[in-house]
C-alpha cells in the first residue's frame, strides 16, 4: 500500500449520497448503536414487500443466520415489476457482441422475456418452487433472462461458468442435484465461434440421474448433436408462452441461488443465498459504493458466472432500474482499445473491473484510453484481488484522468456484496489499501484467540457480526458450512466468520488485504483450491507425490505452481510428455483457468517427521524468497536446497 493519500473529488462529493467522512461515521454510529435497527430501516424502505417482516434478524441457530423472518418478497418486482410505473421504456440491458451488434433491451421488454421464460420452465419442464436449475451460458440477455426466470418462479439457479469443463459440470449438476440444464450452442470468442452444447452432453452422458432436460438457446447457429426428449430449442418455443406470469411470493429466507466456489479442501461448495437479505445487499451497495443515479449506464465486465457478475451485472443494476451493459467478448478484440471504445459510445457512468485486466490492459496499450472520450465515468471499481499500486494509479490517471474515484473493492462469494471498501465521494484513498468496512459491516483483524492485532501487523479478516447478505449454508453440508467459515477464530468465546484472507490496519484504520491465509490461489481473480488440483494431478500414473502452490505473476495476480514428484525416474522426454500429460487432465477436470504455469519434478517434498507437507515452505520457494521458518523439524532438511535448485532452473 502507498501512503498518498487522494481526497475525494469535490465536485462529485457534492452530488453523492455520503458526501464526506462525518456522513460515513454518523451511518457507521447508528449501526453501531441499533444494529438491528439499522437493517430494519433499510430493508423497510430499499425492499418493496409482498408481506412485511416480523423479525429482523434470528441469531437462535447460529452461524446459521436468518434475516427479515416473515417477509415475504420476489426480487424480480424489486428487479422488473417495480419499475414498470416509473421506467418501463427504459434501456435495462444494453448487449454488445464482438463484432458490435447491439441488443437494447428495455425493462418492459425484460419483463416480459422473463415472464416467458418463467412460464416455459413451469409448463414445458415441470420446474417448481425449490427446484434447482444449472445455467451454462455464454453472456448474452437470455443468461439474464433465465436467471430472473427462476428467481419469479423460486426455482434456485446455479450458474456454472462457462470456461468450466464437463467434469466440473457435471460434479455441480450431481451436487444441486439439477432439474434442468440452460445452455447454449455455443457463442463467439475473439471473433470465432466456440461450443457449449458438447460439453453438457458430455456432463450428462455420466450419471446426472436428477437431469432430464435440456434447454438451448440458439446463439452462435452451429450444428449440435440433438436428443429428442431430452433437449429443446429454446428459440423455437418461447413464442408460445404467455408474457404474464405472477410472481412467487418467497419468504425471505428462502435460496435464491447457489454458486460453487474453491475453498482449502475437497470439492467446490455450493455458496447458498437467500433473496431478501441479498437483494437488500446488491441495491445498497450500488447505492453506497457506486452512487449510482437515475439515468446512469453501468459496466462490470465480469462473467455472470461469477458473483461479481450476479451481483453487479444483474441483480445490483436492475435492482436500482439503471441500465446494464453486457459484453460478450474479449477486452482485446479486435484490439487493445476495445473497452474504451464501449465506454465512449454507450456513455458509461461506472466501471468495474479486476486489476488482472487493468494490469494487462496498461501492458497492451498504456496510451489507449487516452485515445478515447471517456468524460462520461465517475466511478471506477476493481475488485477479485490485491490490486498493487502500479496498476491503481494507471486506473486512476489514464482511465479515470485523475477525476474520477477509484473504488477497490473487498468481498467474496460468500458475502454477496461489497464489505470493505471505499465510498467515492467520501473516502481519502490509499493505492492498494479497500480502506474502511462499509456502514453496519464489522471488520475486525484478529489472531487466531480474537484478539485484534496490533497496527501494522497481518492478522486474519474478520466478519464479528452477521449482516444481511452472507452465505446461509453450503448447499447439503451445514458441517462444512460451519467448520469452513466458523470454525478457526473465536471472538469473546463465540465463533466469527473467518474469510480466509490475510489484512493489516495502519495507524488511520485502513485495512489493506494481503490475500488468502489458506490453501487457496487466486489467478486473475479466479479461486482455486490448491487440493482440487492436486487430487487430480494425483490421478496421473505416473505421479507419486504432489504439492501445488501459488506464485505471484505480474499480470495475473498469482500462477499455479506444482511440485511433483514421479514414481519412475525417467527420461526428459518423459517429463515433458508429463507436462502436457497433466495439463490435459487440468483442462478436463475443471478447465483452462486452471492450467499451471510451472511444473517441477523433485526428488522430494519437504515434509514434518509425521509426513506433512510444508506448504509454506514451498510456497516461499516458488516466490524466491528466503527461507525464514525453521527447517530443522523437516524429516530431510537437504531437500529444501535441492528443490531451490531446481526451482530456479
Ligand atoms: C477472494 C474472493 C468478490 C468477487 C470476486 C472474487 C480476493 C476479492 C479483493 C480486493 C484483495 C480481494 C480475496 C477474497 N479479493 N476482492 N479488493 N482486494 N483481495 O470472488 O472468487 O469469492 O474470491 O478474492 O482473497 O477472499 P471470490
Given amino acids: 500500500m502507498s501512503s498518498i493519500i487522494y481526497e475525494p473529488n469535490r465536485a462529485f462529493s457534492k452530488e453523492a449520497r455520503i458526501k464526506n467522512m462525518c456522513e460515513y461515521k454518523e451511518l457507521c454510529l447508528q449501526a453501531e448503536e441499533d444494529y438491528t435497527g439499522y437493517w430494519e430501516k433499510m430493508a423497510r424502505e430499499k425492499i418493496d414487500w409482498i408481506e412485511p417482516f416480523h423479525t429482523v434478524l434470528d441469531e437462535s441457530e447460529a452461524p446459521f443466520y436468518k434475516w427479515f423472518l416473515g417477509g415475504k418478497l420476489n426480487v424480480t418486482h424489486q428487479c422488473l415489476g417495480r419499475h414498470l410505473k416509473v421506467r418501463k421504456n427504459k434501456a435495462a440491458i444494453i448487449w454488445e457482441s464482438e463484432f458490435g451488434d447491439k441488443r437494447i433491451i428495455t425493462y418492459l421488454q425484460l419483463y416480459y422475456r422473463v415472464n416467458r421464460m418463467a412460464n416455459l420452465l413451469k409448463n414445458r419442464f415441470g420446474v417448481k418452487k425449490g427446484d434447482r436449475v444449472v445455467l451454462y451460458l455464454p453472456m448474452i440477455p437470455e443468461a439474464v433472462f433465465a436467471m430472473l426466470a427462476c428467481a419469479k418462479i423460486g426455482a434456485i439457479h446455479s450458474v456454472v461458468f462457462g470456461g468450466f469443463s464437463a467434469e466440473a459440470l457435471r460434479d455441480r449438476i450431481e451436487d444441486a442435484q439439477a432439474k434442468l440444464v440452460i445452455t447454449a450452442d455455443g457463442a463467439f470468442r475473439r471473433g470465432k465461434p466456440y461450443m457449449l452444447k458438447p460439453v453438457v452432453d458430455e456432463a450428462l452422458s455420466v450419471g446426472c440421474e436428477s437431469c432430464k432436460k435440456v434447454l438451448i438457446v440458439q446463439r452462435n447457429r452451429e450444428p449440435i448433436n440433438y436428443v429428442r426428449g431430452r433437449d429443446f430449442i429454446y428459440n423455437e418455443i418461447i413464442m408460445q408462452e404467455s408474457q404474464h406470469c ?176 471505499p465510498l467515492p465521494g467520501a473516502t481519502p484513498t490509499k493505492p492498494g489499501s479497500a480502506t474502511f468496512a462499509l456502514p453496519g459491516i464489522k471488520a475486525e483483524v484478529l489472531d487466531n484467540d480474537g484478539n485484534q492485532v496490533p497496527v501494522g501487523e497481518k492478522g486474519l479478516l474478520c466478519i464479528t457480526k452477521p449482516w444481511p447478505s452472507m452465505i446461509r449454508t453450503i448447499w447439503g453440508d451445514p458441517k462444512r458450512f460451519k467448520k469452513a467459515y466458523f470454525g478457526d477464530v473465536k471472538k469473546d468465546g463465540k465463533p466469527v466468520y473467518f474469510s480466509g484472507d490475510g489484512a493489516i490496519v495502519d495507524e488511520q484504520g485502513y485495512i489493506t488485504i494481503t490475500g488468502r491465509t489458506d490453501d487457496v490461489i487466486n489467478v486473475s481473480g479466479h479461486r482455486l483450491g490448491t487440493a482440487e488440483i492436486e487430487a487430480i494431478l494425483a490421478h496421473h500414473e505416473n505421479v507419486a507425490e504432489v504439492a501445488v502452490v501459488g506464485r505471484p505473476d505480474p499480470i495475473k495476480g498469482e500462477g499455479i505452481f506444482a511440485y511433483i514428484v514421479i514414481k519412475n525416474e525417467g527420461g526428459i522426454g518423459e517429463e515433458i510428455n508429463m507436462i502436457q500429460e497433466l495439463n490435459k487432465l487440468i483442462v478436463k477436470e475443471i478447465g483452462s483457468i486452471a492450467k499451471l504455469d510451472a511444473i517441477r519434478f523433485v526428488p522430494a517434498l519437504p515434509k514434518t517427521r509425521s509426513g506433512k507437507i510444508v506448504r509454506r515452505i514451498l510456497r516461499s520457494i516458488a516466490k524466491n524468497e528466503e527461507i525464514t521458518q525453521d527447517i530443522s523439524t523437516l524429516e530431510d532438511p537437504s531437500i529444501v536446497e535441492k528443490i531451490q535448485e531446481l526451482t530456479v532452473s
Fill in 246 to 421: 405472477d410472481p412467487e411470493p418467497m419468504d425471505s429466507e428462502d435460496p435464491l441461488f447457489l454458486l460453487y466456489t474453491s475453498g482449502s479442501t475437497g470439492k467446490p461448495k455450493g455458496v447458498q443465498h437467500s433473496g431478501a437479505g441479498y437483494i437488500l445487499w446488491a441495491q445498497y451497495t450500488m447505492e453506497h459504493v457506486f452512487d449510482v443515479k437515475e439515468n446512469d449506464t453501468f459496466w462490470c465486465t465480469a462473467d455472470v458466472g461469477w458473483i461479481t457478475g450476479h451481483t453487479y451485472i444483474v441483480y445490483g443494476p436492475l435492482a436500482m432500474g439503471a441500465t446494464t451493459i453486457i459484453y460478450e467478448g474479449v477486452a482485446t478484440y479486435p484490439d487493445v482499445g476495445r473497452w474504451w471504445k464501449m465506454i465512449e459510445e454507450h456513455r458509461v457512468n461506472q466501471f468495474y473491473t479486476a486489476p488482472t485486466a487493468i494490469r494487462m490492459l496498461h501492458k497492451e496499450g498504456p496510451d489507449e484510453p487516452q485515445k478515447h472520450d471517456l468524460s462520461s465515468l465517475k466511478v471506477l471499481g476493481t475488485v477479485g484481488e490485491p490490486i498493487n499500486p502500479d496498476a491503481w494509479h494507471w486506473y486512476r490517471e489514464a482511465v479515470g484522468n485523475g477525476r474520477c474515484a477509484i473504488v477497490d473493492t473487498w468481498w467474496q462469494t460468500e458475502t454477496g456484496g461489497h464489505m470493505i471498501t
